[in-house]
């Protein structure tokens, strides 16, 4: 079975642009969370989509945005990017996130500049 | 302060050595534990997920959880350079409280030396 996948893997963007992140989950899976992770402040929890329903949100600025499709795969959006956008964003995906276990993607490593 | 607290190491240890992780929390209300490691430039992967206090094994790995303590550990026993990663706690809160968000421990960097 297929793992998480997520693209692109790299990216560089300017201060001010907006960027879009794709995840496509394994097969059957209906959840995807998004995570920033960064060296000064680890891994931390943006959001949870779940049958297109976004159930649960952390506490970062409403740049920080996404959706999920009919098929599950999810988009995370960053608008007006800073610098301290710069981090390795990552997608997990489970079955239904409270009763199973959550199966990361490579995830994508974004630079601002 | 952080609600789960992880040794950032670095942790260096010679093959074939016992490693011992930790992470305390201070939210009595997580119920589920689990151990990933990261390799550079990758993803977490699932290690072990526990619920119930005690001790879980999956062939060179033990996962121990304490509730009473709010302290969970995870041994590994005859390290091999191949486990040379990064270790990340994680805990979730009861179900039907949080969807979907672990809360991640910062990490610990364990280098095994041939």
């Known amino acids: 079975k297929a793992g998480v996948t997520q693209t692109p893997r790299y990216l560089i963007k300017t201060r001010g642009q907006q960027v879009t992140l794709s995840c496509s989950p394994i097969s059957g899976h209906r959840s995807v969370s998004w995570y920033q992770q960064t060296p000064g402040q680890g891994l931390q929890f943006l959001f949870e989509?779940?049958?297109?329903?976004?159930?649960n949100k952390g506490n970062f600025p409403g740049r920080f945005s996404g959706r999920q499709f009919s098929n599950s795969r999810s988009e995370m959006n960053v608008s007006t990017l800073e610098l301290g956008d710069s981090a390795l964003y990552l997608c997990?995906?489970?079955?239904?996130?409270?009763?199973?276990?959550?199966?990361f993607g490579p995830g994508t490593r974004l630079t601002v500049l | 302060q952080k609600e789960v607290e992880q040794d950032p190491g670095p942790l260096s240890v010679p093959e074939g050595a016992i490693v011992s992780l930790n992470c305390t929390y201070s939210?009595?209300?997580?119920?589920?534990f689990m151990w990933y490691r990261q390799y550079s430039r990758k993803g977490p992967e699932l290690l072990m997920y526990t619920y119930s206090s005690g001790n879980k094994e999956d062939g060179r790995f033990t996962a121990q959880v304490d509730k009473s303590s709010k302290y969970i550990s995870l041994f590994i026993r005859d390290s091999q350079p191949s486990d040379s990663a990064t270790y990340l706690c994680a805990m979730k809160l009861v179900w039907g409280t949080s969807y979907g968000k672990l809360t991640f421990g910062q990490g610990t960097i364990l280098t095994v030396h041939p």
């Open positions: 939210n009595s209300a997580f119920q589920y």
């Open positions: 989509y779940f049958s297109e329903t976004q159930r």
């Open positions: 997990a995906s489970s079955r239904d996130s409270e009763k199973s276990t959550q199966y």
